[in-house]
């Protein structure tokens, strides 16, 4: 791909303006009367008004690109008078198609000079010490760099606080005490100097979590995107961040939510899809206790059955869950299902996994017994992605610095590493999904022909099977339901059995 002659890399800049100053003069000794055009120096100035005295200052920008991210724009102002400046860092791309969520994982001095680029509509957080940056002016820093600018802004107004509002302040007190553990006081004697820092030294584990809609933000990786600290998530924005973005209008919203409340497809519709129904079912929020509507829908996934999509989305805390069930009947076998990952066009591939299928790796040592994760409709990276995070949480989760630094997470860190080569297809690895209700699903390619890198086996339930998925106490049974009082403890409640799909399903009264 052939660079931009506009946005170099900063090296690339650098080297051209020392260049500029190198500049042989004439041979007279004077000056060369041909000053360089602007478009040749790779930093320009501009006069700027200084909003702090009113005298004119200058603002120097240079058009520079990131590796592994886009180009941007830096800006640096400065003014003579009063020695004020400032520092901003600007997209030079548009606003992407999905906005991205950056989460690092920090345990030592070296993780805290990673870089990170923040736009003026990213929001970076750290669950452990309760902290949010909110959306401010871009910047480009650290996050050494974030944590001071967090410690300076907060404690210039604390005498004020002390005297008006003393709850917020020991507040702010008590989250300037954690932020200096991990960042102390150059003022500090005790606290090691700049110089005697080492990067393995250990902090204080924390994370950072930088979000940003736009898309627009980076956070700096160790050696590649394998980095088991760092994990890139991209989302697709909601209306009211498209809104805050400029790119929709409020009323649009309104749009939107009286086209969802049209109702299913009808028989006439242009494309002659049947009508599809969206059940909604009221519920309790089970992390806040709020009202909280469950939607329900079948869809029909080719080549296998229908399936049951099942979400959950509280507008009160923010709480999500997504589960996926069989809408079919129970299979008389097993299902175990073979995948060889080739390339990154096998991690498209859609992926039903229910509650009672396991998923194997035997390349990594991954085996994830039924029930992990419940049911999900995804595709391969989606579900490996869900793995990881899972798996992330645990191991990195803890305040004390030892738990950090001890054999086994050094261990599981190696783990995570090879966990990201599968995820990005950087390795080949075999996938295998053992299902013994055979409700699982992996798609293929080649449909309706075979796979050449999928082979599908069935095979016959085991009694302990059977019995853990209470099968062993079902009874296929003929005919007409009836009510049964044989069957019952006692004689004043009755069971009334019938047959689904060949299978014995029973609902009980009580009689008076």
Excluded at 88 to 108: D, F
Excluded at 123 to 132: A, G, R
Excluded at 243 to 267: F, H, M, N, S, W
Excluded at 478 to 488: A, D, H, I, V
Aim: some cysteine; proline content about 6%; aromatic content about 6%.
């Amino acid at each position: 791909m052939t660079p931009d002659p506009f946005f170099k890399s900063i090296g690339a800049a650098a080297a051209d303006t020392e260049a500029l100053r190198e500049q042989p003069d004439d041979e007279d000794g004077q000056e060369p009367d041909v000053e360089p055009i602007d478009e040749d120096r790779p930093m320009q100035e501009v006069e700027s008004l200084c909003m702090n005295c009113g005298e004119q200052g200058v603002t120097r920008m240079l058009l520079t690109s990131i590796p592994y991210f886009r180009e941007v724009i830096v800006m640096s102002f400065r003014c003579e008078h009063c020695g004020n400046q400032n520092n901003e860092i600007q997209s030079a791309s548009t606003i992407r198609e999905h906005g991205v969520t950056y989460t690092v994982k920090i345990l030592n001095q070296g993780d805290l000079d990673r870089q990170l680029v923040k736009s003026e509509t990213a929001t970076v957080s750290i669950p452990e010490f309760e902290l949010t940056i909110p959306p401010l002016r871009g910047q480009m820093t650290t996050v050494e760099g974030t944590l001071r600018d967090t410690i300076q802004d907060l404690a210039a107004d604390q005498p004020l606080r002390r005297i008006e509002d003393p709850p917020t302040y020991d507040k702010i007190e008590a989250l300037l005490t954690k932020l200096k553990e991990v960042v102390p006081d150059d003022e500090d004697d005790d606290a090691p100097t700049m110089n005697e820092r080492q990067p393995e030294d250990p902090v204080r584990p924390f994370t950072v979590i930088l979000d940003d809609p736009a898309g627009n933000s980076f956070f700096e990786f160790s050696g590649s995107m394998a980095d088991p600290k760092w994990s890139l998530r991209e989302y697709s924005r909601t209306m009211e961040q498209n809104i805050t973005l400029g790119l929709a209008q409020p009323g649009d919203d309104e749009k939107e939510k009286v086209t969802q409340k049209e109702g299913p497809l009808r028989e006439e519709d242009e494309d002659g899809l049947p009508a599809e129904e969206i059940f909604i079912f009221p519920g309790i929020c089970s992390s806040c206790g709020h009202q909280v509507d469950t939607r329900m829908k079948k869809v029909n996934i080719p080549y296998f059955k229908d399936i049951i999509i099942m979400s959950t989305n509280c507008s009160a805390c923010g709480y999500r869950d997504n589960e996926v069930k069989s809408g079919g009947a129970i299979s008389d076998k097993g299902k175990r299902i073979t995948l060889r990952v080739e390339d990154a066009e096998d991690l498209s591939r859609d992926i039903l996994k229910s509650e009672t299928c396991g998923l194997e790796i035997p390349e990594i040592d991954l085996a994830l017994h039924a029930g992990t994760l419940g049911g999900r409709f995804t595709t391969v990276e989606g579900i490996l992605t869900q793995v990881y995070d899972e798996l992330s949480e645990k191991v990195f989760r803890g305040d004390s610095v030892g738990s950090a630094n001890s054999q086994n997470n050094t261990e599981f860190e190696t783990f995570l590493g090879r966990m990201k080569e599968v995820m990005t297809a950087a390795r080949s690895f075999t996938l295998i999904l053992d299902d013994p209700l055979a409700n699982s699903y992996l798609q293929n390619l080649y449909a309706p022909d075979p796979d050449p890198n999928m082979e599908i086996t069935t095979y016959e339930r085991t009694f302990d099977q059977n019995e853990e998925l209470g099968l062993n106490d079902m009874k296929r049974i003929k005919g007409q339901g009836k009510w049964n009082t044989l069957q019952c403890r006692t004689a004043e409640q009755q069971r009334y059995d019938f047959e689904v799909d060949g299978w014995l399903c029973a609902t009980v009264r009580t009689t008076m």
